[in-house]
């Protein structure tokens, strides 16, 4: 009899454990305060197998295969909070009633996890989209110098530094999201590097006129791709000169459109070049290789 007992309070002990680690995962997941390292391997272990489908039945179907990564990885999810959840149930025999509970309460967390998912894929895509015209970062550039200066690129730059730093911190909470599909015809890869390019620009040309946020732009677009790199499992690409989506377009070319457009030029065209490569090296290349391990063919056909 005792020892039939306390094998009873040994399992009780395990369920109860068992039931709190589900519910403190469920609330943790569904707040997307941070995703726990054993998601991150999960969704890069799903998108490697998915991946490696998609490279041998063509660029489209490939990109519809890896697309079927973040759909699985959230239904294991449920189904994951689901069985651990039952499991503690039958180890500390609760009612039927509770354990009907915590099953709703479950779903309820599942759909504010998929709703918040959705929510920051939508906010990526809608930056995307605003850089849907096919405009380079020089004329980006030049475009906010002819109609704002100075003071209008830095309101630009902030901005975009806070979505770049946003960007980073939604791919960690949802490791779900690199592995989604662009909704339009731009990826948010192609757009990082595109303000990257833009600051890494104006940087190497006019390093004292620089705005205050081009720093910040530079950083927090590197880290976000640095991560990204990090999160699939992607090795990272060493370069000593970018051209990646840049081969018809000539440095002179870029540095007279931008003097034409108000840049003061502060540095030896020469000089320019090779600060401007040493700033792209480190996030180009990098935004290649994920563009390939993530199946985003139009980036790559664009670069």
């Known amino acids: 009899m005792e020892l039939a007992s306390g094998v009873d309070a040994v399992l009780w002990v395990l369920g109860a454990v068992v039931l709190a680690v589900v519910s403190f995962t469920a609330v943790r997941t569904a707040l997307a305060a941070s995703a726990s390292t054993w998601a991150h391997h999960a969704v890069r272990l799903a998108g490697t197998a998915f991946g490696w489908v998609g490279r041998r039945v063509g660029d489209r179907a490939g990109e519809r295969a890896i697309a079927v990564t973040a759909p699985v990885c959230l239904l294991a999810v449920l189904v994951t909070w689901q069985v651990g959840w039952q499991v503690g149930v039958v180890l500390v025999a609760a009612p039927a009633d509770v354990a009907d509970v915590g099953r ?15 929510q920051a894929h939508t906010a990526r895509e809608r930056r995307c989209g605003e850089f849907g015209d096919g405009r380079g970062a020089e004329e980006l550039l030049a475009g906010y110098l002819g109609t704002g200066g100075r003071e209008d690129l830095d309101r630009v730059l902030a901005d975009w530094s806070t979505w770049l730093a946003e960007l980073h911190w939604a791919h960690r909470a949802w490791p779900v999201l690199l592995y989604t599909r662009s909704s339009g015809t731009r990826c948010w890869l192609e757009t990082v590097v595109t303000m990257l390019d833009v600051a890494a620009l104006a940087e190497a040309i006019a390093p004292d006129w620089t705005p205050p946020h081009t720093a910040a732009v ?15 499992g992607t090795e990272s690409p060493r370069s000593t000169i970018s051209l ?6 000539a440095f002179d070319d870029t540095v007279s459109l931008l003097v034409a457009a108000g840049l003061p030029v502060e540095r030896d065209p020469v000089d320019a070049w090779t600060q401007f490569q040493t700033r792209r090296t480190g996030y180009a290349p990098a935004a290649s290789a994920l563009a390939v391990r993530l199946l985003h063919t139009r980036f790559e056909e664009r670069r």
Do not use: K, Y
Not at 104 to 117: I, K, N, S
Not at 244 to 249: A, L, N, P
């Open 104 to 118: 709703t309460a479950l779903v309820v967390l599942f759909g504010a996890l998929v709703v918040r998912t959705g």
């Open 218 to 232: 530079l950083v927090n677009g590197t880290d976000c791709i640095g991560r990204a790199l990090v999160a699939t």
């Open 244 to 249: 990646h989506g840049r081969e018809d377009r």
